[in-house]
Nanobody, 125 residues
Framework: QVQLVESGGDSVQAGGSLRLSCAAS???????MAWFRQAPGKEREGVAS???????YYGGSVKGRFTISRDNAKNTMYLQMDSLKPEDTAMYYC????????????????????WGQGTQVAVSS
């Protein structure tokens, strides 16, 4: 079973940048991978997803500020977060769907069968 480990979370001021990484213990090929986040008292929400290394999808609140990418040679996915806002404060999780080769319904949490443990991002005003 593939395992995912996130890193890169930190505390930053509004307007700053962070890059999160999600390292997989095995090759995920063209599996759909995604970043989710969960703020205290809120449901886990989809931030962005990527299929292969070309098809990318973003949630409306992060479009234009966040960039998802992956390096299959390193079995690693990234989330570059720029122009951070206090409302981006959350625990960020990476996830993978190793059963299909589709990112259809990428915001649906039940689609993903592998999850990381999360990395905390805190943005202060």
């Amino acid at each position: 079973q593939v395992q995912l480990v996130e890193s890169g979370g930190d505390s930053v001021q509004a307007g700053g940048s962070l890059r999160l990484s999600c390292a997989a213990s095995g090759y995920l090929g063209s599996a759909c991978m995604a970043w989710f986040r969960q703020a205290p008292g809120k449901e886990r929400e989809g931030v962005a997803s990527i299929l292969g290394d070309s098809f990318k999808y973003y949630g409306g609140s992060v479009k234009g500020r966040f960039t998802i990418s992956r390096d299959n040679a390193k079995n690693t996915m990234y989330l570059q977060m720029d122009s951070l806002k206090p409302e981006d404060t959350a625990m960020y999780y990476c996830a993978a769907d190793v059963r299909t080769n589709s990112c259809d319904s990428w915001r649906n949490r039940s689609k993903y069968n592998v999850w990381g443990q999360g990395t905390q991002v805190a943005v202060s005003s």
